[in-house]
């Protein structure tokens, strides 16, 4: 139990002190919430025989206020008084998309001085991940547009040098990454280049990205993006992450659809379906009206 008479080095009390302090002292950040909202979109398939392709998007707003007006952006807003950030995430994701209860992890803070033209502003990203049959877009008061935007992430070129710190006589690895992020939305193209350096030593492990090149995204939003889709990538690789995308029923080719657009890669049938045999479960339905032969559905496995 907490002694209310314990007195600091100036002789006071924790009331007392509470009542001298001034928090105007310091000066305070904004704090905002941005999302990276994610989901699988299947394009229009004139050949009613033929499997529909699929993409991964994410949810933009075009801004319509300074600063970056008319730029696109990552949907988000600044935290309200007495809010969480993971509440302030949850408040936006239901204002743009109508949803509430869907898949949602924070990513992490991004705190770079001069991120925010308008003053000192730290953003906690977070990634969700939505079921494209379910959405209503709605875009928010400071924006003029929502739309879904086709997202593919490229490795342009990766060095690795090793090199020996002076002080300490570590030896640290030091991996650069140079990375085209593109977003694509009819004839609207947005591109940015990115490098990511990563410093590898015994003791500890360091990331830092850059952009090179912007076109048309506002702040630091492709920093943002790009943690966003290689923690998805990474994360699909143990978890049953890939399923918060999916309907509540599928087929198994749909679902491997999902991982190779993620990962952007084509994968074996036999390797895949043993890879996802203990997260799914199948049902007693089968696909209808599709133009080809009847295809089994299935369900995410809940454990028991």
């Known amino acids: 139990m907490r002694n209310p008479e314990l007195r600091d080095k100036s002789g006071l009390t924790e009331a007392e002190f ?4 001034n928090a105007g002292d310091y000066e305070r950040p904004s704090v905002a919430a941005d999302m990276v909202i994610f989901t699988v979109l299947e394009e229009e398939e004139e050949n009613y025989r033929k499997l529909p392709e699929c993409s991964l998007c994410l949810l933009l707003i075009q801004r319509g206020g300074h600063p970056y007006l008319g730029d696109w952006a990552l949907p988000g807003g600044f935290v309200r008084p007495g809010e969480t ?8 994701l239901r204002e743009e998309t109508g ?4 898949y949602l992890e924070q990513l992490y803070t991004f705190s770079d001085p001069g991120r925010d033209p308008r003053t000192w502003v730290m953003s906690c990203a977070h990634m969700a991940l939505i079921d494209g049959t379910k959405i209503r877009l709605k875009a928010g008061d400071d924006a003029d547009n929502a739309q879904w935007f086709k997202v593919s992430l490229l490795l342009l070129d990766e060095h690795v040098e090793y090199c020996r710190d002076a002080g300490f006589g570590q030896v640290k690895l030091i991996r650069t990454q140079h990375l085209e992020l593109e977003l694509v939305r009819g004839e609207i193209r947005l591109k940015c280049r990115l490098e990511k350096r990563i410093r590898k030593s ?3 492990e ?3 990205c850059r952009i090179c090149e912007n076109d048309g995204l506002a702040f630091d939003h492709a920093k943002i993006i790009v943690a966003a ?9 143990y978890t049953d992450l890939a399923l918060h995308l999916m309907p509540e029923e599928f087929t198994l080719t749909q679902l491997q659809q999902v991982y190779e657009v993620i990962w952007d890669k084509s994968l074996l049938k036999a390797a895949f379906r043993r890879k996802v045999a203990s ?15 009847p295809s ?9």
Do not use: C, F, I, P
């Open 85 to 92: 950030t993971k509440a302030a995430a949850k408040r936006e």
């Open 18 to 21: 509470l009542a001298r302090y």
């Open 279 to 293: 997260m799914v479960q199948e049902t007693d339905s089968y696909t209808k009206n599709e133009g080809h032969r």
């Open 202 to 204: 015994e003791y500890e």
């Open 296 to 304: 089994r559905l299935y369900r995410r496995r809940w454990e028991e």
């Open 229 to 237: 889709l290689e923690r998805l990538r990474g994360k699909l690789e």
């Open 206 to 208: 360091a990331a830092e």
């Open 99 to 102: 949803l509430d209860q869907v």
